[in-house]
């Protein structure tokens, strides 16, 4: 942006307005988000890929919701599998700098939500995920009934 002469017209009007520069400070914080939630999205994929997730789904919630960016949602195959998968998710989020992870349900393994800011994380017994249908709820794309007919 011109800044001008002192004296002029322009210097006045960005005198006046000092949040000019708050805005490229705030584009700028956004940019650094977004590729913070892009790694910690990454991290989710290959951790849950490499404990054998069952049908994972990531669904984009940007502009739909404020309460994050990307929610995940995946099957274990039993209440053990996912209260192993979630714990090494959080060991993995943790070695990564996520330092306000929140976790609820692993003690029974049924359905339990990791809360990593920005990535929010469902994992389920395979039953429990048929029941509750997040992926409709959210309106994801891929839906385990269509799948199951193809």
Do not use: C
């Not at 669904?59 to 996912?82: N, Q």
């Not at 048929?130 to 385990?144: F, L, P, V």
Request: no cysteine.
């Amino acid at each position: 942006m011109f800044r001008g002469v002192p004296g002029t017209v322009n210097a006045e009007k960005h005198r006046r307005h000092p949040s000019l520069s708050r805005r490229a400070k705030i584009a700028t914080a956004k940019r650094k988000t977004v590729g913070a939630t892009k790694t910690v999205l990454k991290v989710v994929e290959k951790t849950l890929d490499d404990d054998k997730a069952a049908d994972p789904v990531v669904i984009d919630l940007a502009g739909r919701t404020p309460i994050a960016d990307y929610m995940v949602v995946a099957s274990g195959l039993s209440a053990r599998h996912v209260q192993a998968m979630a714990e090494h998710l959080v060991e993995k989020l943790k070695e990564k700098g996520l330092k306000s992870i929140r976790v609820e349900g692993v003690a029974q393994g049924d359905w339990v939500l990791i809360d990593g800011g920005d990535v929010i994380v469902h994992l389920f017994r395979p039953e429990l995920r048929d029941h509750y249908g997040i992926e409709k709820m959210w309106g994801a794309d891929w839906s385990r009934a269509e799948a199951a007919h193809a």
